[in-house]
């Protein structure tokens, strides 16, 4: 149990454009889910906590008008990259936490999604 | 500040060798620590918690308050134990996670 899933799982965008990236929890309710960036050979880095039914609780120094989240349901948040750039290329994590498969303070992570802007 | 200190960005240890991988936390309240680890191409997952006192693929670790430390062992490394290592500290009840840089542990033959 206490699966997370993320689609798409890599994509490339050009300069300017938006991109989406989904996270779900498929078979528990997450009431939080957490949205990280990890560079490479470097370690997570949390971007942004997000509540069901709430606006999300984004860490210094990240800019929510260009990371837009979304909590709409226990099982799903997304991450929009707005006017992506290329230093915004990255793989994003996201993990969820909460429903009964566990310790409501373990996180339960999604395989990441991998954002190359060209 | 809340900070989780892991000192290590390269472990190499021979397979049968004891491992430690170390991390050290500063938090005033009361922490919640873990240890997640990430094999190659898979996921991060969590490997052990200190509230649960257990054993998991061998690793323990136990929390040190009067050190601030919570440091993985395993008597005898194997080579499937080659991962990336993440100490984490849970604060605000849960709702925020703070991880270390990770350590990489390698297990030679």
């Known amino acids: 149990g206490a699966v997370v899933s993320q689609h798409p799982s890599w994509v490339i965008c050009k300069s300017g454009t938006s991109v989406k990236i989904e996270c779900r929890s498929l078979?528990?309710?997450?009431?939080?889910m957490f949205w990280y960036r990890q560079f490479p050979k470097q370690s997570l880095m949390l971007m942004a906590t997000?509540?069901?039914?709430?606006?999300?609780?984004?860490e210094q120094g990240v800019e929510k008008d260009k990371f837009l989240i979304n909590h709409a349901s226990l099982t799903l948040s997304t991450l929009t990259v707005t006017s992506a750039h290329p230093e915004d290329s990255s793989f994003y994590i996201c993990?969820?936490?909460?429903?009964?498969?566990?310790?409501?303070?373990?996180?339960?992570f999604g395989p990441g999604t991998r954002l190359t802007v060209t | 500040a809340q900070r989780v200190t892991q000192p290590e960005k390269l472990l190499s240890v021979f397979k049968g060798a004891p491992v430690e991988l170390k991390c050290n936390y500063s938090y005033s309240g009361s922490p919640e620590l873990f240890w997640y680890v990430q094999y190659s191409r898979q996921r991060l997952q969590l490997l052990l918690r200190h509230i649960s006192r257990e054993s998991i693929k061998g690793f323990t670790a136990d929390l040190n308050k009067g050190e601030t430390s919570f440091h993985l062992k395993k008597p005898f490394a194997q080579e499937e134990d080659s991962a990336m290592y993440y100490c984490a500290l849970s604060v605000t009840g849960g709702f925020k996670t703070i991880f270390g840089a990770g350590t990489r542990l390698f297990v030679k033959a």
């Open positions: 993990s969820a936490s909460g429903g009964t498969s566990g310790s409501s303070y373990e996180q339960y």
């Open positions: 997000s509540n069901e039914g709430s606006k999300a609780t984004y």
């Open positions: 078979d528990f309710q997450a009431t939080t």
